[in-house]
T-cell receptor, first 115, second 115 residues
Framework: AQTVTQSQPEMSVQEAETVTLSCTYDTSESNYYLFWYKQPPSRQMILVIRQEAYKQQNATENRFSVNFQKAAKSFSLKISDSQLGDTAMYFCAFMKTGANSKLTFGKGITLSVRP | DAGVIQSPRHEVTEMGQEVTLRCKPISGHNSLFWYRQTMMRGLELLIYFNNNVPIDDSGMPEDRFSAKMPNASFSTLKIQPSEPRDSAVYFC?????????????FGDGTRLSIL
């Protein structure tokens, strides 16, 4: 079974600064997918970024990028130029390849962006 | 394109009553997932469907919970009888076919309060 660990329950960052959210996972699979989802106070679950494990290049979406370290089973999210709208809970998630695959979520981390 | 549509957005009812939550997945998505989110347990997968067929219902808490997907565009999650500990936010999500790490797209959730 897969597990996803987000050990930091809360973080805070000054507006315009950079912050990194940590995530580790445990799996015996060699090929899989990793995701970060954002849940703002409005409670929507919004996909932030997706990484394919067989791709060495780290995924990037505008101000969001990941540091994917497959050997270390680490998948951190970097938010550059933090904005007030980035205040949210962030969930790391794992998915095996193959049909009928489901997401395994971490517990989430609450990020507060200070003005 | 319309996203995943859930109804109602909020539901408040008394203990013992039947509760029905509804979900319309994104057109063309063949996988549908029901999650429950609480402060104590985080995001839990209750059940998921592939091509309208339940694949894994191991997350359904007990016999009081049931889910159906009569066609590709509609699913229900029913709780009967409801209990105060069922109070939570319930999310529905859908994803495209393919088994290649297709991201799940979430609805806005139903906040359920059982008094």
């Amino acid at each position: 079974a897969q597990t996803v660990t987000q050990s930091q329950p809360e973080m805070s960052v000054q507006e315009a600064e950079t912050v990194t959210l940590s995530c580790t996972y445990d799996t015996s699979e060699s090929n899989y997918y990793l995701f970060w989802y954002k849940q703002p106070p409005s409670r929507q679950m919004i996909l932030v970024i997706r990484q394919e494990a067989y791709k060495q290049q780290n995924a990037t979406e505008n101000r969001f990028s990941v540091n994917f370290q497959k050997a270390a089973k680490s998948f951190s999210l970097k938010i550059s130029d933090s904005q007030l709208g980035d205040t949210a809970m962030y969930f790391c998630a794992f998915m095996k390849t193959g049909a009928n695959s489901k997401l395994t979520f971490g517990k989430g981390i609450t990020l507060s962006v200070r003005p | 394109d319309a996203g995943v549509i859930q109804s109602p957005r909020h539901e408040v009812t008394e203990m013992g009553q039947e509760v029905t939550l509804r979900c319309k997945p994104i057109s063309g998505h063949n996988s549908l997932f029901w999650y429950r989110q609480t402060m104590m347990r985080g995001l839990e997968l209750l059940i998921y469907f592939n091509n309208n067929v339940p694949i894994d219902d191991s997350g359904m808490p007990e016999d009081r919970f049931s889910a159906k997907m009569p066609n590709a565009s509609f699913s229900t999650l029913k709780i009967q009888p409801s209990e105060p500990r069922d109070s939570a936010v319930y999310f529905c999500a859908s994803s495209r076919p393919g088994g290649r790490g297709q991201p799940q797209h979430f609805g806005d959730g139903t906040r359920l309060s059982i008094l």
